[in-house]
């Protein structure tokens, strides 16, 4: 039997109301995809699941801790292996526990000579997420292979496979979020989603309160990786980009792993959706290994991992990029 997940996560929220940009606003001339050469086709699940193993290795890392830095400094040293640029985004937040310091780390892939405010301050067109720290427990060690290394394994060869195509790469962010996980039991109003809550509010102040300045979609990745996949986008996902990440999994035949849940869920898409930026929380939530000692690498498949990269590449690479 599945088991249901906790009452927390997937507690009924308000249906977003989302002014989606129109094209029009826009000034990048579409993306072409090349069927016959599509960028997904390059990504490779052992690959992702290496880089996987590679920051789960390191142990718990919750925020603020040495092993999160060493995470950090990982993931930066890849990304820009890949042509990346990245920057740290550094918040402090009042917690449960008193105010923590949270490092959100941002990615883009300049064009030739682009670099400080006019590679930061220009939107991209699209935002690809995940969370990178683990949530905290006393009573055990808590390596979240699963929660959240799959998806920074996905997110990490992505980058790699996309920076050998800088058109399409410099249209995307990846965003790497600090603090999702709660200081407390449970993510509330006032504790959890720190980095993605300072982050959407940034963003909404650099756009100056125009739709055509921000980012036109998001996607976020959050527990992707378990060897029965079983995605289920949240119940109040925005309807039209939903409908194209089906589109996406369907074009590869993995339509049986993916489908929308009945119920929503407080993840770091929620901030960034109530600024206008329509973001998809791409969430396979029906694991039993959840926050315990068990969410290992063993309970990992690289074939989950390659599942959802690929359908992740063709929803941006043909359906986010090239309208």
């Known amino acids: 039997m599945r088991r249901r997940p906790p009452p927390f996560r997937a507690a009924a929220v308000a249906v977003l109301s989302l002014a989606l940009p129109a094209a029009g606003c826009r000034r990048e001339a579409a993306h072409v995809f090349d069927e016959s050469k599509p960028l997904d086709a390059e990504f490779s699940g052992a690959a992702a699941f290496e880089h996987t193993r590679k920051i789960v290795e390191m142990g718990p890392r919750p925020a603020g801790s040495e092993n999160l830095e060493k995470s950090r400094q990982l993931i930066e040293e890849t990304l820009t292996a890949a042509g990346w640029t990245t920057a740290r985004q550094s ?36 935002l690809l997420c995940s969370h990178y720290e683990t949530k905290k427990f006393a009573g055990f060690a808590f390596a979240g292979a699963n929660d959240p290394g799959s998806s920074l394994g996905v997110l990490l060869h992505f980058a790699e496979i996309a920076g050998k195509r800088p058109d399409f790469a410099r249209r995307v962010e990846l965003v790497f979020f600090d603090g999702e996980e709660s200081i407390g039991q449970y993510i509330t109003l006032k504790d959890g989603l720190y980095g993605s809550h300072h982050y959407a509010a940034e963003l909404k102040i650099q756009s100056g309160g125009r739709a055509d300045r921000l980012p036109r979609w998001g996607v976020l990745l959050d527990l992707v990786g378990d060897k029965d996949l ?18 996406a999994a369907r074009d590869l035949g993995h339509e049986k792993y993916f489908g929308i849940s009945r119920s929503s869920i407080v993840d770091d898409h929620v901030p960034l959706n109530k600024i206008g930026v329509p973001t998809l929380d791409v969430i396979d939530f029906d694991y039993k290994y959840w926050h315990s000692s068990t969410d290992t690498l063993d309970k990992l498949s690289p074939e989950s991992l390659e599942i959802v990269g690929r359908v992740t590449m063709r929803l ?4 986010l990029l090239a309208d």
């Open 316 to 319: 941006i690479e043909k359906y």
């Open 91 to 126: 918040l402090k937040q009042k917690t449960p526990e008193g105010e923590m310091e949270f490092v959100n780390l941002r990615a883009r892939f300049p064009a030739n000579g682009e670099t400080g405010d006019a590679l930061w301050k220009k939107p991209a067109r699209v």
């Open 230 to 247: 079983n995605v289920r986008l949240p119940a109040d996902s925005p309807e039209p980009l939903a409908d194209r990440l089906l589109s």
